[in-house]
């Protein structure tokens, strides 16, 4: 862990968060094209930067599968996008904090006789006190790494085979808050005092790691695979938190941000524009291409962390190729 702390130092350059900074001023390019009849799966797609994409995409004429865990509130999406824009929408219900869950919408989604054009894998979940999923795992991490890693591993025959399709992860500036790296060691957090921050940073590091050797395994398939930090826009995320923070978040910080609506333009343009043919393995804040934290593109720490994610998860013994 010394080592790679000194290597990261090192490998820090203060021009790039110059450009960070710089580029969260900056508005996300646009997108004229139409996506009639693509079809489109977005998780988490009831509130928030999820909603506000879905109807982005409907408007443009895309068929839309939903994976969100609330039933009532995605046959109520599904009814209005349906009625106002006249696509065809459709869900599946899936706790994604819950492995059985994760294996199953995904066993689903590989079973499609059909193409999937688009990925985003929108849902997430931030916790300021550490929580456990039913199989014992850190929620942070399960909801933004795990969830994400066990869908794109069990689609990647399937996409290929379809010889096109982009996947967008929604990632997050938030990664530099795992700014020493991610402890492999620990990635439940069982030896660690918990942090928030910190347990987010780690989650969204992993995910950044994951898209360094998905995107190799994927190269010359027609199949991209890229992450995106969608803005400081305000979201429902954290209200699983207690009464003090869902107050700052709502009387101060919310007062801060922007509208999901850049997150949207952003997503939709990086899931359709001609521009990004062919562009994989890439960090953007918004449209914008930038060079994430050091630890984020440790390739070393992205082997071990890819074989350690395969051990959690049982995937080793799945018959698709590593």
Not at 44 to 63: D, L, M, N, Q, W
Not at 176 to 189: K, P, Q, S, V
Not at 236 to 256: A, H, I, V
Request: hydrophobic residues 40%.
């Amino acid at each position: 862990m010394r080592r790679k702390t000194r290597q990261y130092i090192k490998e820090y350059a203060w021009s790039n968060i110059f450009a960070m900074i710089r580029n969260n001023r900056k508005a996300p390019k646009l997108c004229t094209y139409g996506f009639k009849d693509k079809f489109v799966v977005i998780t988490g797609a009831t509130s928030g930067i999820g909603y506000i994409t879905a109807r982005k995409y409907a408007s443009r004429g895309a068929t839309l599968l939903f994976i969100n865990r609330n039933k009532e509130k995605s046959e109520k999406l599904c009814s209005e996008i349906e009625h106002e824009f006249g696509v065809k929408c459709d869900y599946r219900i899936a706790d994604l904090s819950c492995m059985t869950d994760i294996f199953r919408v995904a066993e689903q989604l590989r079973a499609f006789d059909f193409p999937i054009d688009v990925i985003i894998h929108n849902a997430g979940v931030y916790l300021t006190k550490r929580e456990l999923t039913p199989e014992g795992l850190e929620k942070v991490f399960v909801v933004h790494y795990l969830s994400s890693f066990i869908i794109n591993y069990l689609l990647m025959e399937k996409l290929k085979a379809q010889e096109k399709a982009r996947i967008i992860m929604v990632g997050s500036e938030g990664h530099r808050f795992a700014a020493w790296g991610i402890r492999l060691d620990d990635l439940n957090w069982e030896k660690r005092r918990y942090s928030g921050l910190k347990s987010y940073g780690s989650a969204k590091t992993a995910q950044l790691l994951s898209m360094i050797l998905f995107a190799d395994k994927l190269k010359d398939s027609g199949v991209t695979m890229n992450t995106m930090h969608p803005g400081a826009v305000k979201t429902k995320t954290g209200q699983e938190n207690g009464f003090f923070y869902r107050w700052f978040k709502r009387n101060l910080f919310d007062k801060t941000l922007k509208s999901p609506e850049i997150s949207a333009e952003a997503l939709y343009y990086l899931g359709v524009s001609k521009e990004l043919d062919g562009v994989t393995g890439q960090f953007f804040n918004l449209t914008t291409h930038e060079v994430p934290a050091p630890p984020a593109l440790d390739r070393e720490v992205a082997c071990e962390l890819w074989d350690e994610t395969l051990k959690m998860t049982g995937l080793k013994d799945v018959n698709t190729i590593v």
